[in-house]
């Protein structure tokens, strides 16, 4: 699937790439959606990306998920209260942003399994109606917003929501596959 540029696509992609993860998990039984990732050595050994040593099980893949979105939507609603704000919040920034990664990891060790799916399918939600208020200039023309700097607005979305979608659902496989061996 291409990367949306209009504001149809992103709804579509975010839309369809959130069917799309659902329906893996609803299609693992309750043993596999809370059992603990067990990715072999060699595995993580080829691995470049942090996250696959990181998130231990499918409720810190749902929380990231929800910490993204999060990350998205007070973004947006700061700037457009006239709140200054970057996307990756202080202290951390695009090269530290693994660091705050860690710390959503942390933070949610204690939330349940069956919460983060509720909390996921919430925030989804209140990003999907958060891209229905900006028209498609507003999401795919660049400045716009002096707070989305070179980038696009609807570009945040697209990370925020279908790309991460994606990310989740190859872990998500690979966690299957697993399983299964």
Excluded at 123 to 136: D, K, N, P, Y
């Amino acid at each position: 699937m291409s990367r949306a540029t209009t504001k149809q696509d992103l709804i579509e992609a975010a839309s369809t790439q959130f069917e799309k993860l659902w329906k893996i998990i609803d299609s693992m039984t309750e043993e596999e959606q809370i059992a603990p990732f067990r990715f072999s050595e060699d595995f993580l050994s080829k691995q470049k990306e942090v996250h696959w040593r990181r998130d231990k099980n499918l409720r810190d893949v749902l929380v990231h998920l929800y910490e993204w979105h999060q990350l998205l939507l007070n973004w947006v609603k700061s700037n457009q209260a006239g709140v200054s704000k970057p996307f990756i919040p202080e202290p951390y920034n695009w090269k530290t942003y693994q660091q705050m990664n860690v710390g959503f990891w942390e933070k949610h060790q204690n939330t349940l399994y069956l919460q983060s799916q509720i909390m996921l399918k919430e925030s989804h939600t209140e990003v999907m109606a958060l891209i229905e208020t900006f028209s498609g200039d507003e999401l795919f023309s660049k400045k716009i917003f002096s707070w989305t700097g070179t980038s696009t607005l609807g570009s945040y979305c697209v990370s925020a929501t279908a790309s991460h979608y994606d990310w989740a659902m190859k872990k998500i496989k690979q966690h299957i596959k697993t399983q299964k061996e």
